[in-house]
C-alpha cells in the first residue's frame, strides 16, 4: 500500500513530467504570418509561406507547408524552413511538382529541404 509521502512524491513526478514532456510549450507561444499561398494548377494541393515568430530569444524563420486547399495550416506539412525572413517565390509546374526559389537564402541556415512530399515532387 502506497502512504501519503509516495503517493505526494509519485503525484510531484507525474505533474513534473506531464509539464516539461512537452519542451515547455506552455511558457511560449509561436506565431506564423502568412506572406504567401499559392495554388496548384489543378487545385489539389496548397503550398504556404509563413513567417514564425516565437518571441524575442529566437530567430524568425521562414516555413513553407504543403496541404489541401481549405486545409488548416495547423498540423500542414513543413517541406522547407530556413533562418529568417528571406524573400521565398512558390511556383507550381502542375499538380505533382512544386518549385521553391528562395533569394538571399544561406545554405548554413536552411533546416529542412524535402524533396518531396506524398506524389508532389519538389525543385529548389
Known amino acids: 500500500m502506497i502512504d501519503v509521502l509516495q503517493k505526494t512524491k509519485l503525484m510531484t513526478l507525474c505533474l513534473f513530467v506531464g509539464l516539461f514532456s512537452e519542451g515547455c510549450s506552455f511558457l511560449t507561444t509561436c506565431e506564423d504570418a502568412i506572406r504567401g499561398e499559392v495554388r496548384s494548377s489543378g487545385d489539389k494541393f496548397t503550398a504556404v509561406w509563413s513567417v514564425r ?22 498540423g500542414a506539412d513543413v517541406v522547407f524552413v530556413v533562418k529568417g525572413e528571406p524573400e521565398i517565390q512558390l511556383t507550381w509546374q502542375d499538380d505533382t511538382v512544386l518549385r521553391i526559389s528562395c533569394d538571399g537564402c544561406n545554405k548554413d541556415e536552411v533546416f529542412k529541404q524535402s524533396s518531396a512530399w506524398r506524389d508532389v515532387s519538389i525543385h529548389y
Open 53 to 74: 515568430n516565437c518571441g524575442a530569444t529566437t530567430d524568425y524563420s521562414s516555413l513553407v507547408t504543403v496541404t489541401r486547399p481549405g486545409a488548416s495550416t495547423d
